[in-house]
């Protein structure tokens, strides 16, 4: 399942933004996976890290360290642009809307937290379709899931950390126990496959 040249992707439209999630264990995780993309990526980045509300937050900064791309938390209203990763701010809910424009949201919790992981995969296959990448990385609960499943509807691309590796198992064996996985693999193959998928995709 983590082969590029297996034919399950159809690359027949360019890719145009990826979504990642994580929970616990996933500072850690996305700093592997964002120090493998290289400097003028050519689609926006966003992530779900679910966080403490209760403390100002510095994960833009820990990530940007790791990072070639600029990394910054998501502010409502601003375009996603390619080349930059962007963050949901702690305590809101991160969405993609019409033309990439990035929404902010203080709406109820979605399966305990807030940002949701589902709302922000569902609003990507929204607007992206099959031309979005969802990757879920370690962390519990089953937050994504749902939201991956959305994505792989809509004809987009999924991809897991393997629960065997994970840090934490939970959210990576839910989506994959959802069926909507393209792509298992090990952390540190994560940002390769990522790349050829873009990379490999018409421009």
């Known amino acids: 399942m983590n082969d590029i040249e297996s034919g399950r992707v159809d690359p027949g439209e360019p890719y145009g933004i990826v979504a990642i999630a994580a929970s616990a264990g996933g500072i850690t995780a996305l700093g592997h996976v964002l120090s493998g993309l290289p400097a003028g990526f050519p689609v926006p980045v966003v992530i779900v890290q679910h966080l403490d509300p209760r403390h ?29 990763i962007y963050v949901a701010p702690p305590n809101h809910h991160l969405l993609v809307g019409a033309d990439g ?13 807030r940002p949701s992981a589902d709302l922000l995969f569902e609003s990507v296959a929204g607007f992206y379709g099959p031309r979005a990448i969802a990757c879920v990385l370690t962390g519990t609960g089953s937050d994504g899931a749902m939201g991956a499943t959305a994505v792989k509807s809509r004809g987009g691309t999924v991809l897991a950390e393997d629960p065997e590796t994970a840090e934490f198992k939970g959210m990576p064996e839910a989506v994959v126990a959802a069926g909507a996985v393209d792509f298992i693999l090990p952390l540190d193959e994560i940002a390769t496959v990522i790349r050829g998928l873009v990379e490999a995709s018409p421009s």
């Open 101 to 113: 424009v990035l929404m902010l949201s203080s709406s109820e919790l979605v399966h305990f937290v």
């Open 56 to 84: 100002k937050t510095i994960i833009a900064e820990v990530l940007g360290r790791r990072s070639k791309l600029p990394v910054r938390l998501a502010r409502d209203g601003e375009k996603a642009e390619e080349g930059t």
